[in-house]
T-cell receptor, first 115, second 113 residues
Framework: AQSVSQHNHHVILSEAASLELGCNYS??????LFWYVQYPGQHLQLLLK??????LVKGIKGFEAEFIKSKFSFNLRKPSVQWSDTAEYFC?????????????FGTGTKLQVIP | DTAVSQTPKYLVTQMGNDKSIKCEQN?????MYWYKQDSKKFLKIMFS???????INETVPNRFSPKSPDKAHLNLHINSLELGDSAVYFC????????????FGNGTRLTVT
């Protein structure tokens, strides 16, 4: 079974600071990777996804993530955060051979951006 | 034009009661899911269901049961509610083979007193 680790539980940044949230997974085979965002009181929304191809993936709202297979990592980055980025961020993994019923979410990273 | 809608948004009830949460999707997806998000924001899949197969997470108590009247609906019924059932429950849907991600509903915050 796969697992996902997000080591940063709570990150506090000032506006315009750069962001990097860590995500590491463990699984012996090929995976599909996702980052979801959950704004306060709202549902999860997809930020970006990696299925194959270019390991540097660009998503919505200026976010990007890089898949480094050798490190089993899929870190989320944004060069300059805004107050509106305050939210909880979840990394998720699906084995390439499985459907969404096999998705595993990380425990989330709470990002707080201070104006 | 909400894609995945859940009702109610908030549900407060006493221990021992039976309650249901409804979910509807208008995306034409063939698979629906129920997730539980606990107080620590940990998301755990409870069920996935399409018209062919119900997959149950074996850690889910049998007090929880999904009911699907049709392809666009997957309701969650909970018997004999316990304090530990307090959480936010998210419904989601997806379409097999399309690659698009899960589409989540807005969640139902269940509080058991």
């Amino acid at each position: 079974a796969q697992s996902v680790s997000q080591h940063n539980h709570h990150v506090i940044l000032s506006e315009a600071a750069s962001l990097e949230l860590g995500c590491n997974y463990s699984y012996g085979g090929t995976v599909n990777l996702f980052w979801y965002v959950q704004y306060p009181g709202q549902h999860l929304q997809l930020l970006l996804k990696y299925f194959s191809g270019d390991p540097l993936v660009k998503g919505i709202k200026g976010f990007e993530a890089e898949f480094i297979k050798s490190k089993f990592s899929f870190n989320l980055r944004k060069p300059s955060v805004q107050w509106s980025d305050t939210a909880e961020y979840f990394c998720a993994v699906i084995p390439n051979s499985g459907g969404y019923q096999k998705v595993t979410f990380g425990t989330g990273t709470k990002l707080q951006v201070i104006p | 034009d909400t894609a995945v809608s859940q009702t109610p948004k908030y549900l407060v009830t006493q221990m021992g009661n039976d309650k249901s949460i409804k979910c509807e999707q208008n995306l034409g997806h063939d698979t629906m899911y129920w997730y539980k998000q606990d107080s620590k924001k940990f998301l755990k899949i409870m069920f996935s269901y399409n018209n062919k197969e119900l997959i149950i997470n074996e850690t889910v108590p049998n007090r929880f049961s999904p009911k699907s009247p049709d392809k666009a609906h997957l309701n969650l019924h909970i018997n004999s509610l316990e304090l530990g059932d307090s959480a936010v429950y998210f419904c989601a849907s997806s379409q097999a083979g399309q690659g698009p991600p899960l589409h989540f509903g807005n969640g139902t915050r269940l509080t058991v007193t």
